[in-house]
């Protein structure tokens, strides 16, 4: 089993700054695929960012929207995820989610919430005008 906290969520400005984290226990090894997504109510949870290793090289997708704005990266010494995001704007405001599953084919479908096997239990953020 796989156990994912996430942390850091919190209110701010537009065009303010947030951290996220979410810290990985478990079994580590089924975590190949690390990803974030988001959702507000009555919408469909929506992934932001994927992370994952192909031969050692690190390769990372975005969704256009926080294309330039938000950085998915991860501390295997600390088994933490993190997703920076900065210039935020109201329409980030939502339940922010890390997931994870294993998988040799990250990038294919990444998006897609069906696809991931673990679930943190969700951040929240708000952005206000």
């Known amino acids: 089993q796989v156990q994912l906290v996430e942390s850091g969520g919190g209110s701010v400005q537009a065009g303010g700054s947030l951290k996220l984290s979410c810290k990985i226990s478990g079994d580590t090894y089924r975590t190949s695929c690390l990803a974030w997504f988001r959702q507000t109510p009555g919408k469909e949870r929506d992934g932001v960012a994927v992370i994952y290793t192909v031969n050692a090289d690190l390769i990372t997708f975005y969704v256009d929207s926080v294309k330039g704005r938000f950085i998915i990266s991860q501390d295997n010494a600390k088994n933490t995820l993190y997703l920076q995001m900065r210039s935020l704007k109201p329409e980030d405001t939502a339940m922010y989610y890390c997931?994870?599953?294993?998988?040799?084919?990250?990038?294919?479908?990444?998006?897609?919430?069906?696809?991931?096997?673990?679930w943190g239990q969700g951040t929240q953020v708000t952005v206000s005008s």
């Open positions: 997931a994870a599953r294993a998988s040799t084919w990250c990038g294919v479908g990444w998006a897609g919430p069906e696809k991931y096997n673990y």
